[in-house]
Nanobody, 129 residues
Framework: QVRLVESGGGLVQAGGSLRLSCTASENTFRRSGLGWFRQGPGKEREFVATIGWNSIKTYYADSVKGRFTISRDNAKNTVYLQMASLKLEDTAMYYC??????????????????????WGQGTQVTVSS
C-alpha cells in the first residue's frame, strides 16, 4: 500500500505563487506515473498535470499550461507542482495520485484519473483577490 501525503497549500493572493509537494511512502514511487488533480467548490475533479517515471513526458491541462510546472525527485519520493500567476479559479483542493506499474515496468504519465491506483488526502489552495 502506497501512502501519498500532500503539503504546501494555503492562502495566496491572485498573481502569487505556491509550490505543492507530495511524498510517497515507498520506493515503488520511482517507477510510477504521477499526477495532480483538483476539485474546486461545486465542481467535479479535474486533471491538472502529469509526469512519467523519468520526467521526460509531462502533460498539462490547458487552463494551467504556462503557469504550472510539474516535477519529481525520485531520490526523495516526491512530486512537486509549482504554481505561478495564480488566479481565483485555481482555488481548489489539490490531490496527487500515483500509478504503480507491475514489477519491472515503468509508468508513463496519464490524464485519466481512473488510471491511478493511489491518491493523497489533498491540500487546499485558496486564491484571494
Amino acid at each position: 500500500q502506497v501512502r501519498l501525503v500532500e503539503s504546501g497549500g494555503g492562502l495566496v493572493q491572485a498573481g502569487g505563487s505556491l509550490r505543492l509537494s507530495c511524498t510517497a511512502s515507498e520506493n515503488t514511487f520511482r517507477r510510477s506515473g504521477l499526477g495532480w488533480f483538483r476539485q474546486g467548490p461545486g465542481k467535479e475533479r479535474e486533471f491538472v498535470a502529469t509526469i512519467g517515471w523519468n520526467s521526460i513526458k509531462t502533460y498539462y491541462a490547458d487552463s494551467v499550461k504556462g503557469r504550472f510546472t510539474i516535477s519529481r525527485d525520485n531520490a526523495k519520493n516526491t512530486v512537486y507542482l509549482q504554481m505561478a500567476s495564480l488566479k481565483l479559479e485555481d482555488t481548489a483542493m489539490y490531490y496527487c495520485a500515483a500509478n504503480v506499474p507491475p514489477s519491472g515496468w515503468l509508468a508513463d504519465p496519464s490524464t485519466d484519473p481512473s488510471w491511478y491506483d493511489y491518491w493523497g488526502q489533498g491540500t487546499q489552495v485558496t486564491v484571494s483577490s
